[in-house]
T-cell receptor, first 118, second 110 residues
Framework: DVKVTQSSRYLVKRTGEKVFLECVQD?????MFWYRQDPGLGLRLIYF???????EKGDIPEGYSVSREKKERFSLILESASTNQTSMYLC?????????????????FGSGTRLTVV | KQEVTQIPAALSVPEGENLVLNCSFT??????LQWFRQDPGKGLTSLLL?????REQTSGRLNASLDKSSGRSTLYIAASQPGDSATYLC?????????FGTGTRLQVFP
């Protein structure tokens, strides 16, 4: 079974800190994604990548950046953490087929990182 | 803009009942549809993936159907158990995005 591993289950950071959330998948998936999940707002896409060194903005990219230097690893960076970035962060990956992303396969999610910014 | 809605928002049933969870989407131009389960404080676990050319998928006590023309998918859970208690999310895969429904919170009591 494909696995998506997020490096931390729980993180507590101070306002203004630079925060790195790491995600690694072991199934050679082309596509990787970062979502955040908040009560009442559901899952919202922050950034995604369909190839090494490629990145695309999702619906809520403000305050975040990403890095994909290797195919298996996709990092989410909070340049200067703020309290409104307290949330559950979920990483996902999938195969890509055809000309669009994810039109051939399903998504696999990691177990999530609960980030609290104080 | 694609919108995905799930009904009911919450459901509480006694053990042993057969359940139907509904998912509707506004744009039928989707590639696939995927059902997930999420336990409190945890990540998403994939339950079933229905390719756009398929009409249903089955895994154990779960059966999911897809009717693209009417913009609907149904997740059927047979003989529910307390361990089925979780939030169930449907998501459509269209263009370059996975678009989630609003979720159904299920509680199965003994």
């Amino acid at each position: 079974d494909v696995k998506v591993t997020q490096s931390s289950r729980y993180l507590v950071k101070r306002t203004g800190e630079k925060v790195f959330l790491e995600c690694v998948q072991d199934m050679d998936h082309e596509n990787m994604f970062w979502y955040r999940q908040d009560p009442g707002l559901g899952l919202r896409l922050i950034y995604f990548s369909y190839d090494v060194k490629m990145k695309e903005k999702g619906d809520i990219p403000e305050g975040y950046s990403v890095s994909r230097e290797k195919k298996e690893r996709f990092s989410l960076i909070l340049e200067s953490a703020s309290t409104n970035q307290t949330s559950m962060y979920l990483c996902a990956s999938s195969y890509r087929s055809g000309t669009g992303i994810s039109n051939g396969g399903g998504y696999t999610f990691g177990s999530g990182t609960r980030l609290t910014v104080v | 803009k694609q919108e995905v809605t799930q009904i009911p928002a919450a459901l509480s049933v006694p053990e042993g009942e057969n359940l139907v969870l509904n998912c509707s989407f506004t744009d039928s131009a989707i590639y696939n549809l995927q059902w997930f389960r999420q336990d409190p404080g945890k990540g998403l676990t994939s339950l079933l993936l229905i390719q756009s050319s398929q009409r249903e998928q089955t895994s154990g006590r779960l059966n999911a159907s897809l009717d693209k023309s009417s913009g609907r998918s149904t997740l059927y859970i047979a003989a529910s158990q307390p361990g089925d208690s979780a939030t169930y999310l449907c998501a459509v895969i269209a263009a370059d995005k996975l678009i989630f429904g609003t979720g159904t919170r299920l509680q199965v009591f003994p």
